[in-house]
């Protein structure tokens, strides 16, 4: 069996909806649909969540919100209209109104957006509705309680056959509502598939796959056929988007492939991800990159003979709970590089504890960018750094930093945020002409 996802894109109107119908009639194996809240129809239009979160400042500050309440409550009844739908989707859209002057609890607010995508796309579909609340369990601690949530999944699953989930959230042992983080939908059909051992996962959405770089800075990038579940997650850590990182472990756990696919071009193979991937067409995979990193340059003499310093350096960054990105080592300088909404105002209390604590010499540089160049087939092949520094080079931008984890795939490159967009579309430009891409 397939479990497929659909994003708000594909719930966004009537006609989306019959893209979504004809993609599930065509293949049986398609058992188990999982949806997003509605997205945007067009550039214009607001997604359904957004609404949502902004309902739910209206009624905190007590300020008039039948107009939003209207907008929300016209698209999903525009859909079921139009598509002449045999569901009260009138009663469940009375009821959560009737509740919203009563302190309703946020997250059950903002997961309404996709509990009633799914009531109508069940009744569209022919197919049974399951609410998420009775199937993703999390613990206190907002960790999904994997061996209740598979018992409930498979029991759900064999007692009812075909059946369409809301994603995005699931509940506490009490009951209430626990949401993923945004884009949660994905983590959903993530657990689904590897608690049902699909076949494959297939995550439906609005481009035609991954793709090998930023479309916003590159024009036309070409789109990845196949890519490893490692590939994948450091380009998506570095920022590709295409998927929420957290849906790759569950499936990657259970050797389950996922499948990119786009609603609008079902033809299209999309993106496969697995774990081991046969083609070496390309060199580089794809290549990705973050803005606003800050590196904590430390000097001190002597650094280092100094056993411990290192740890005592990052039991700093420890104590304010920042997540260390890189460490490059010189012999008597370390950086620290982390990223800067972690650091927030925290930036002059850390360097002033690094330099009492430890007696060193602390700079701390902002504005920094890291751009991952990423690629299974770039293991123990020579010249992949030439090509990369000659690039940079060829534009004038000066590296501030490289590293390359043990395993080769990944060669990370600081440069200043203002080179960030001249890097990525340098280093595009020579890796297409060398047909590396
Ligand atoms: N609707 C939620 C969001 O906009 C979750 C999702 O679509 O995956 O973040």
């Given at each position: 069996m397939i479990v497929t996802k659909f994003g708000g894109t594909s719930m966004a109107s009537a006609e989306q909806f019959r893209k979504v119908k004809s993609i599930i009639d065509e293949?049986?194996?398609?058992q188990v649909v999982v949806v997003s809240a509605a997205g945007k129809k067009n550039s214009s239009d607001i997604k359904i969540t957004d609404l949502l979160y902004t309902l739910h400042t209206h009624l905190v500050y007590g300020v008039p919100y039948d107009d939003i309440w209207g907008m929300i409550a016209g698209r999903y009844l525009e859909i079921a209209k139009e598509l002449e739908l045999d569901c009260d989707i009138e009663a469940d859209l009375k009821k959560i109104k009737n509740e919203?002057?009563?302190?309703?609890?946020q997250n059950y607010l903002i997961s309404r957006g996709e509990y009633l995508s799914a009531k109508l796309m069940s009744a569209y579909l022919g197919f049974d509705f399951v609410d998420s609340k009775d199937l993703i369990r999390f613990t206190y601690s907002g960790a999904v309680d994997i061996e209740r949530s598979e018992q409930n999944t498979k029991k759900a699953f064999s007692r009812r056959g075909k059946i369409v989930v809301p994603g995005f959230y699931g509940a506490y042992p009490n009951g209430e509502i626990c949401l993923f983080s945004r884009g949660g939908s994905d983590i959903t059909g993530s657990y689904l598939a590897r608690f049902l051992n699909a076949r494959v996962y297939e995550n439906w959405t609005d481009?035609?796959?991954?793709?090998?770089?930023d479309p916003r800075i590159v024009d036309n990038p070409k789109t990845i056929s196949q890519i490893t579940y490692t590939e994948l997650r450091e380009l998506s850590y570095m920022g590709a988007n295409v998927?929420?990182?957290?849906?790759?472990?569950p499936v990657q756990e259970k050797n389950i492939s996922i499948n990119i696919r786009n609603t609008n071009e079902p033809s299209c193979p999309g993106t496969i991800i697995k774990r081991?991937?046969?083609?070496?067409?390309?060199?580089?995979?794809g290549i990705s990159g973050k803005k606003d990193f800050v590196s904590f340059d430390i000097l001190k003499d002597h650094m280092s003979t100094e056993i411990g310093f290192t740890r005592r350096v990052l039991e700093i960054f420890e104590d304010y709970k920042i997540n260390v990105e890189h460490i490059p080592t010189g012999i008597d300088s370390v950086s620290v590089i982390v990223s800067g909404t972690s650091v927030g105002s925290n930036m002059y209390d850390i360097v002033a504890r690094i330099e009492s604590e430890l007696g060193a010499r602390v700079n701390a540089k902002k504005e920094l960018a890291l751009i991952a160049i990423v690629?299974?087939?770039?293991?123990?092949?020579?010249g992949i750094c030439a090509k990369v520094f000659a690039s940079l080079s060829a534009v004038g931008i000066n590296i501030k930093m490289i590293a390359q984890p043990p395993d080769e795939t990944n060669i990370i490159v600081g440069v200043d945020n203002s080179n960030y967009k001249k890097a990525i579309r340098a280093l595009y430009e020579d890796f297409e002409k060398a047909n590396w891409i």
């Amino acid at each position: 069996m397939i479990v497929t996802k659909f994003g708000g894109t594909s719930m966004a109107s009537a006609e989306q909806f019959r893209k979504v119908k004809s993609i599930i009639d065509e293949n049986p194996a398609r058992q188990v649909v999982v949806v997003s809240a509605a997205g945007k129809k067009n550039s214009s239009d607001i997604k359904i969540t957004d609404l949502l979160y902004t309902l739910h400042t209206h009624l905190v500050y007590g300020v008039p919100y039948d107009d939003i309440w209207g907008m929300i409550a016209g698209r999903y009844l525009e859909i079921a209209k139009e598509l002449e739908l045999d569901c009260d989707i009138e009663a469940d859209l009375k009821k959560i109104k009737n509740e919203l002057g009563k302190n309703i609890d946020q997250n059950y607010l903002i997961s309404r957006g996709e509990y009633l995508s799914a009531k109508l796309m069940s009744a569209y579909l022919g197919f049974d509705f399951v609410d998420s609340k009775d199937l993703i369990r999390f613990t206190y601690s907002g960790a999904v309680d994997i061996e209740r949530s598979e018992q409930n999944t498979k029991k759900a699953f064999s007692r009812r056959g075909k059946i369409v989930v809301p994603g995005f959230y699931g509940a506490y042992p009490n009951g209430e509502i626990c949401l993923f983080s945004r884009g949660g939908s994905d983590i959903t059909g993530s657990y689904l598939a590897r608690f049902l051992n699909a076949r494959v996962y297939e995550n439906w959405t609005d481009v035609p796959g991954t793709l090998t770089a930023d479309p916003r800075i590159v024009d036309n990038p070409k789109t990845i056929s196949q890519i490893t579940y490692t590939e994948l997650r450091e380009l998506s850590y570095m920022g590709a988007n295409v998927l929420h990182e957290d849906s790759i472990t569950p499936v990657q756990e259970k050797n389950i492939s996922i499948n990119i696919r786009n609603t609008n071009e079902p033809s299209c193979p999309g993106t496969i991800i697995k774990r081991e991937c046969n083609d070496d067409s390309s060199v580089i995979t794809g290549i990705s990159g973050k803005k606003d990193f800050v590196s904590f340059d430390i000097l001190k003499d002597h650094m280092s003979t100094e056993i411990g310093f290192t740890r005592r350096v990052l039991e700093i960054f420890e104590d304010y709970k920042i997540n260390v990105e890189h460490i490059p080592t010189g012999i008597d300088s370390v950086s620290v590089i982390v990223s800067g909404t972690s650091v927030g105002s925290n930036m002059y209390d850390i360097v002033a504890r690094i330099e009492s604590e430890l007696g060193a010499r602390v700079n701390a540089k902002k504005e920094l960018a890291l751009i991952a160049i990423v690629g299974r087939n770039m293991v123990g092949k020579s010249g992949i750094c030439a090509k990369v520094f000659a690039s940079l080079s060829a534009v004038g931008i000066n590296i501030k930093m490289i590293a390359q984890p043990p395993d080769e795939t990944n060669i990370i490159v600081g440069v200043d945020n203002s080179n960030y967009k001249k890097a990525i579309r340098a280093l595009y430009e020579d890796f297409e002409k060398a047909n590396w891409i």
